[in-house]
């Protein structure tokens, strides 16, 4: 029987989906963190140039709005965080060629060889800190797909 005094649905904390999401994510972010500090980079910062390189990669004009969708981060916050790159001389933001609104992205090439070696260690981190699921990691991705 329920107790008054309990808004709780289930009987342990581990049966909630999002406390184990948040702890999960959690455990993964202080520990991506540690991975990056050596670059002297946030994961935010992190991803904002990977996604740079990435989408340069397959033929894409990079632009801020593009990284802010393509990466999932708000359009105000992919703005602040380009800026504090720009500042530390690993990526570049031109005014668009025909769109005056927009602006483009664009690694220097202190921020291609900082990326080329940071997605190395973090694919690596992925790697070692996924491997407890096992065969069952490509079923994880697509539920992943699935919420997003």
Request: overall charge neutral.
């Amino acid at each position: 029987m329920k107790d008054k005094d309990n808004p709780f649905g289930v009987e342990k904390a581990d049966d909630s989906s999002g406390f184990l999401l948040w702890q999960v994510t959690s455990l993964w972010q202080r520990e991506i963190k540690k991975a990056l500090e050596v670059y002297d980079i946030t994961h935010s910062q992190f991803v904002l140039l990977a996604s740079t390189h990435w989408l340069t990669l397959q033929g894409k004009e990079v632009t801020q709005v593009l990284l802010s969708a393509h990466s999932k981060i708000d359009p105000m916050t992919t703005a602040t965080v380009l800026r504090t790159l720009q500042s530390k001389d690993l990526l570049t933001r031109r005014e668009h060629l025909t769109d005056t609104r927009a602006k483009t992205v664009a690694l220097t090439d202190k921020g291609k060889e900082l990326v080329m070696k940071a997605v190395v260690t973090v694919e690596a981190f992925d790697r070692q800190f996924f491997s407890a699921l096992g065969a069952g990691t490509e079923d994880f991705n697509q539920k992943l797909r699935v919420l997003l």
